[in-house]
């Protein structure tokens, strides 16, 4: 990353609005005339839906209260 290219992370959990706030910046560039590139990163996750629910456990388990799909 570079102040000529920089890079713009907008991660969230579903529902928690990535996709207005994404909407939102690609409408700032482009009233800017901002040649900007987006890559949607949904559903990548570190765990599958059955591991997920394993981890899950295993961290209440251990009082982790932070515990995402993310690590």
Same mark, same amino acid.
């Given at each position: 990353? +570079?102040?000529? *290219?920089?890079?713009?992370?907008?991660?969230?959990?579903?529902?928690?609005?990535?996709?207005?706030?994404?909407?939102?910046?690609? *409408?700032?560039?482009r009233r800017e005339g901002v040649n900007a590139a987006t890559i949607e990163?949904? +559903?990548?996750?570190?765990?599958?839906?059955?591991?997920?629910?394993?981890?899950?456990?295993?961290?209440?388990?251990?009082? *982790? *209260?932070?515990?995402?799909?993310?690590?």
């Amino acid at each position: 990353m +570079s102040e000529r *290219n920089p890079i713009i992370a907008i991660t969230g959990s579903s529902g928690a609005g990535t996709t207005s706030v994404t909407r939102t910046f690609e *409408n700032i560039f482009r009233r800017e005339g901002v040649n900007a590139a987006t890559i949607e990163g949904d +559903s990548f996750h570190r765990y599958d839906r059955a591991e997920m629910k394993r981890k899950a456990a295993e961290a209440e388990a251990a009082g *982790n *209260n932070n515990f995402s799909h993310f690590g």
